[in-house]
């Protein structure tokens, strides 16, 4: 149907001025014989037809120049008609989209007020674009907020340090997050994660986690309490198995099994001391006094021999690159456990003949503390478990027997106190790899 209304539209229009040529020439024309008043006609119909486009044209501005899309438009014909077919279309189309994007973004919103998430959107100027009635009420802001920099908003919080990449990574900060206080209820505890969304927009989420705190505080206190208590008894009979051990030349029949509770013994009082000292490194969370620079080359290559000539590893393929420049602001005692646990772990979960490596060097100002072996390795799903305490992945009896289950767990809450980010990469039948990244404020040059 549009296609015979554009044609009879031009047909119209050519028609007219054709008619409109043919009738000024003949005025002009006719002006010779008949004087000027035929001129003044031709001049006349002239004006006319020139008003009559100018007026068209008036009505098609005024129409396409308002802002709302529900106007019908001015009835045309002839050479504006496909033009004006051609808007009606596109603006109809534009207000199509605009209707989409309306309902997207009242979904959006509707879903982000359901979450029992504090939602805050940013763009790349760290500009507040939107922020639910979660946000108001943890963060203390108002719809009256929106528009300006989250930089001003939270001049004095720790929520900043999510934008400084020198403190916290970004894949850190979407993950793992920042614990603060609440800035509307202090005695509250909150996480604040930050996502970059995508390279125009970011999203600062935060959620209460006072519960789950308090529970973790509870756990840990019973832990430690009972790591405690069993301390001291447990030193008892040690003494009393070790006594016996000694003294049973007499008694060949009990040799056997006084050796073997002597040695669970042992365990036990290793897996006791492992929980005192998870427990020490979680509630010591702050950085101390303790921490100095430390001559990591040196300690590095103690540990590394130490480990590489002990009984259980006598049989493995060491090697190690150590970049002697590259020194540490760390607490030695708990740099010292990292790199014992995560050795010990690979000669554990190794056989004979595997080859284990140790790295420790610089990567883009950081520094990086690598053990990897090429053994059996670890299937994905063990992976976001392996840090746990108790958890085990091996079904061999003797690694249990010779491991206490709390190694890298030990390791993760070290790394957490130190700011360092600790990764893990395995693939089944190729080996595992132990990455621990340090912030670049702990590294440091020689001396």
């Given at each position: 149907?549009?296609?015979?209304?554009?044609?009879?539209?031009?047909?119209?229009?050519?028609w007219?001025?054709?008619?409109?040529?043919?009738?000024?020439?003949?005025?002009a024309?006719?002006?010779?014989?008949?004087?000027?008043?035929?001129?003044?006609?031709?001049?006349?119909?002239l004006?006319?037809?020139?008003?009559?486009?100018?007026?068209?044209?008036?009505?098609?501005?005024?129409?396409?120049?308002?802002?709302?899309?529900?106007?019908?438009?001015?009835?045309?014909?002839?050479?504006?008609?496909?033009?004006?077919?051609?808007?009606?279309?596109?603006?109809?189309?534009?207000?199509r989209?605009?209707?989409?994007?309306?309902?997207?973004?009242?979904q959006?919103?509707?879903?982000?007020?359901?979450?029992p998430y504090?939602?805050?959107?940013?763009n790349?100027?760290?500009?507040?674009?939107?922020?639910?009635?979660?946000?108001?009420?943890?963060?203390?802001?108002?719809?009256?907020?929106?528009?300006?920099?989250i930089?001003?908003?939270?001049?004095?919080?720790?929520v900043m340090?999510?934008?400084?990449?020198n403190?916290?990574?970004?894949?850190?900060?979407?993950?793992?997050?920042l614990?603060?206080?609440?800035?509307?209820?202090?005695?509250?505890l909150?996480?604040?994660r930050?996502?970059?969304?995508n390279?125009?927009?970011?999203?600062l989420?935060?959620?209460?986690?006072?519960?789950?705190?308090?529970?973790q505080?509870?756990?840990?206190?019973?832990?430690?309490?009972?790591?405690?208590?069993?301390?001291?008894p447990?030193?008892?009979?040690t003494?009393?198995?070790?006594?016996?051990q000694?003294?049973?030349?007499?008694?060949?029949?009990?040799?056997?099994?006084?050796?073997?509770?002597?040695?669970?013994?042992?365990?036990?009082?290793?897996?006791?001391?492992d929980?005192?000292?998870?427990?020490?490194i979680?509630?010591?969370?702050?950085?101390?006094?303790?921490?100095e620079?430390?001559?990591?080359?040196?300690l590095?290559n103690?540990?590394?021999?130490?480990?590489?000539h002990?009984?259980d590893?006598?049989?493995?393929?060491?090697?190690?690159?150590?970049?002697?420049?590259?020194?540490?602001?760390?607490?030695t005692?708990e740099?010292?456990?990292?790199?014992?646990?995560?050795?010990h772990?690979?000669?554990?979960?190794?056989?004979?003949?595997?080859?284990?490596?140790?790295?420790?060097?610089?990567q883009?100002?950081?520094?990086?503390?690598?053990v990897?072996?090429?053994?059996?390795?670890?299937?994905a799903k063990?992976?976001?478990?392996?840090?746990?305490?108790?958890y085990?992945?091996?079904h061999?009896?003797?690694?249990?027997?010779?491991?206490?289950?709390?190694g890298?767990?030990?390791?993760?809450?070290?790394?957490?106190?130190?700011?360092?980010?600790?990764?893990?990469?395995s693939?089944?039948?190729?080996?595992?790899?132990?990455?621990?990244?340090?912030?670049?404020?702990?590294?440091q040059?020689?001396?």
């Amino acid at each position: 149907m549009t296609k015979p209304l554009q044609t009879s539209g031009m047909f119209q229009e050519k028609w007219i001025f054709l008619c409109l040529v043919v009738v000024c020439l003949l005025g002009a024309i006719s002006g010779f014989w008949l004087g000027l008043w035929a001129w003044v006609v031709a001049a006349i119909l002239l004006l006319v037809y020139a008003a009559w486009w100018l007026w068209r044209l008036i009505k098609l501005y005024r129409w396409f120049s308002h802002d709302d899309l529900r106007l019908t438009p001015p009835q045309v014909f002839g050479l504006l008609q496909r033009p004006v077919q051609s808007l009606v279309k596109e603006r109809r189309q534009a207000k199509r989209i605009q209707d989409n994007n309306k309902e997207l973004i009242q979904q959006f919103r509707t879903m982000v007020e359901a979450l029992p998430y504090a939602t805050v959107l940013l763009n790349k100027a760290l500009d507040i674009k939107y922020l639910n009635e979660r946000a108001e009420q943890m963060f203390g802001l108002s719809q009256s907020d929106v528009g300006q920099s989250i930089q001003q908003v939270f001049a004095d919080s720790k929520v900043m340090q999510l934008f400084d990449a020198n403190l916290i990574s970004p894949d850190k900060a979407a993950k793992d997050g920042l614990k603060i206080a609440q800035p509307t209820a202090p005695q509250r505890l909150i996480k604040v994660r930050l996502i970059d969304v995508n390279r125009y927009r970011y999203l600062l989420l935060a959620h209460d986690v006072s519960v789950m705190e308090a529970l973790q505080k509870s756990r840990k206190n019973f832990m430690a309490n009972a790591s405690h208590e069993l301390r001291t008894p447990l030193t008892v009979i040690t003494g009393y198995l070790e006594y016996l051990q000694n003294h049973s030349a007499d008694l060949p029949q009990l040799r056997q099994p006084i050796k073997q509770a002597y040695e669970q013994s042992q365990r036990m009082s290793q897996i006791i001391a492992d929980m005192l000292t998870l427990s020490r490194i979680e509630h010591d969370t702050v950085i101390n006094a303790d921490e100095e620079v430390i001559d990591m080359p040196k300690l590095l290559n103690r540990l590394f021999n130490d480990v590489k000539h002990s009984a259980d590893a006598r049989q493995h393929i060491f090697s190690a690159q150590i970049d002697s420049d590259l020194w540490l602001k760390a607490n030695t005692s708990e740099m010292t456990g990292v790199c014992l646990n995560l050795l010990h772990n690979a000669v554990l979960h190794t056989s004979p003949g595997t080859k284990i490596q140790l790295r420790w060097f610089s990567q883009s100002g950081q520094a990086c503390l690598m053990v990897s072996d090429n053994g059996p390795g670890i299937a994905a799903k063990h992976l976001p478990h392996v840090t746990e305490r108790f958890y085990r992945v091996t079904h061999s009896v003797k690694q249990k027997q010779d491991s206490t289950g709390l190694g890298l767990a030990i390791v993760k809450h070290i790394c957490l106190k130190h700011g360092a980010e600790l990764s893990i990469d395995s693939e089944p039948k190729k080996g595992t790899c132990f990455t621990v990244l340090f912030p670049r404020n702990r590294t440091q040059s020689e001396g």
